[in-house]
Each structure stands twice: as structure tokens, then as C-alpha cells.
């Protein structure tokens, strides 16, 4: 059973940083494509930044250049590097995962593992 674990969330000024992390277990090979969303109060789960099990990777228009995904192999973590923090950054980030990537990327449908999430309030 995959179990993906998020951390890392916490409160901070607008132009900070914050690094979150996503542990994962349960998968018997390498070979799967993970994601970071996230969601605030009443708006749509959206798609932040994605890795594919071969190292290719998107990121969503809106954090390109501030944030940046990445992913220990040896460790199994995941891990988003979020920098020039805005208060519009602010919702519940999760971490996703899927064996199949058969859509986008950055779409919620794409992806079969979900986390619990972990908050990210960025105050003005």
C-alpha cells in the first residue's frame, strides 16, 4: 500500500521560504511520477509542480522561478523548495503520486496517491 507523508508546512512572511517534503513507502520499483497541489479555501485542488519517474518535470506558471521540485531516490522523498513566498501561496499543499501517467501532469485526475497535506500561510 503506497502512503505518501507530507511535512515541512508552516506560517511565514511574504518573500520567505519554506521547504516542504513528502516521504513515500510502499512502492516495490522506482518507476512512478509524483506531484505537488494544493488547495485554498474554496478554489479548486491545482497543480504546482510535477517530476516523472525519468526526470522530467512542469511547474505551473504561477510558481516558475520561485519554487522548485525535487526528489531524494535514495531517501524516497519528495521535496518542494518554495521561495519568494506570496500571501496568494497560501492553501493546503499535497503531495501525489501515480504509477501510470496517463493525463497531465498537473492535473488532479492524473494521479491515483494523495497525502494528508501539510498548510502554507504566507501573511503580507
Known amino acids: 500500500q503506497v502512503q505518501l507523508v507530507e511535512s515541512g508546512g508552516g506560517s511565514v512572511q511574504a518573500g520567505g521560504s519554506l521547504t516542504l517534503s513528502c516521504a513515500v513507502s510502499?512502492?516495490?520499483?522506482?518507476?512512478?511520477?509524483m506531484a505537488w497541489f494544493r488547495q485554498a479555501p474554496g478554489s479548486e485542488r491545482e497543480g504546482v509542480a510535477s517530476?516523472?519517474?525519468?526526470?522530467?518535470?512542469f511547474s505551473a506558471d504561477s510558481v516558475k522561478g520561485r519554487f522548485t521540485i525535487s526528489k531524494d531516490v535514495a531517501k524516497n522523498i519528495l521535496y518542494l523548495q518554495m521561495n519568494s513566498l506570496k500571501p496568494e501561496d497560501t492553501a493546503m499543499y499535497y503531495c501525489a503520486s501515480t504509477e501510470f501517467l496517463g493525463g497531465h501532469p498537473l492535473v488532479r485526475a492524473t494521479y491515483k496517491n494523495w497525502g494528508q497535506g501539510t498548510q502554507v500561510t504566507v501573511s503580507s
Open positions: 510502499g512502492y516495490t520499483s522506482s518507476r512512478y511520477s
Open positions: 517530476l516523472d519517474w525519468y526526470g522530467g518535470s
